[in-house]
């Protein structure tokens, strides 16, 4: 009879047990069930790999700026052929202004023709100077382009209603003009071009009327 009596409490115990063990299992299994899938992320690499690199963007801002820069003009090709003959060598070196004793046997130049050129007027070179006198009904000096500053790369006199005088330092990839109005003897206008990388001047021109024609001077 004790056995009987002992029988349901030891079922009880064994479905109480059951039962306990049982939910743990579930716990389990809604433990091991599988996450719900994340949304992927670029990694940090295949950003950078996605991006353009510095040396890309630096080439295409170097073809984009080589693209739109304009063409250097002193790199234009020296036609010696173009340049008068007449005119003598000058040298690189600077050197003080030539004395009056000088400038009586300078070079006598000219590139203007003869018939174009304005009375009562000459031009000489002593080493790299020019010096260019007009006499008549002087009445100024005007224009003088591209010559410098007074004192150091030109120098000038003039007196009006008689003579004008002026004196310039010849260089490498300078152009010069300038004009002296004379009345009824008529305007003297000078032009000189040494183009950049040339031996000496294509033209040193004095002459009556208009300036020369450039297209004729190797530029």
Not at 111 to 118: C, D, I
Request: proline share 8%; net charge neutral; aromatic share 6%.
């Amino acid at each position: 009879m004790r056995f009987l009596h002992a029988l349901p409490l030891a079922l009880c115990t064994l479905a109480i047990g059951c039962e306990s063990s049982s939910t743990p299992t579930a716990a389990a299994d809604t433990a091991t069930a599988a996450p719900p899938k994340a949304t992927a992320v670029p990694s940090a690499s295949a950003t950078v790999a996605a991006l353009p690199s510095a040396t890309a963007t630096a080439a295409v801002s170097a073809s984009a700026a080589t693209a739109v820069t304009p063409p250097d003009k002193g790199k234009i090709a020296v036609d010696e052929s173009k340049i008068d003959k007449t005119i003598p060598d000058i040298p690189a070196d600077r050197s003080p202004p030539p004395s009056f004793e000088e400038w009586k046997t300078g070079t006598v130049v000219n590139s203007q023709g003869k018939s174009s050129r304005p009375d009562k007027c000459e031009m000489k070179i002593v080493r790299e100077w020019l010096k260019v006198k007009c006499e008549g009904d002087v009445l100024g000096i005007n224009d003088l382009d591209g010559f410098g500053a007074e004192g150091t790369d030109h120098f000038k006199f003039f007196k009006e209603g008689q003579v004008a005088d002026i004196v310039v330092r010849l260089k490498e990839g300078q152009s010069l003009s300038t004009r002296i109005p004379r009345g009824a003897y008529g305007d003297a206008l000078l032009f000189t071009h040494w183009q950049k990388g040339a031996k000496k001047p294509y033209i040193i021109a004095l002459g009556s009327g208009g300036y020369p024609n450039y297209a004729s001077c190797g530029g």
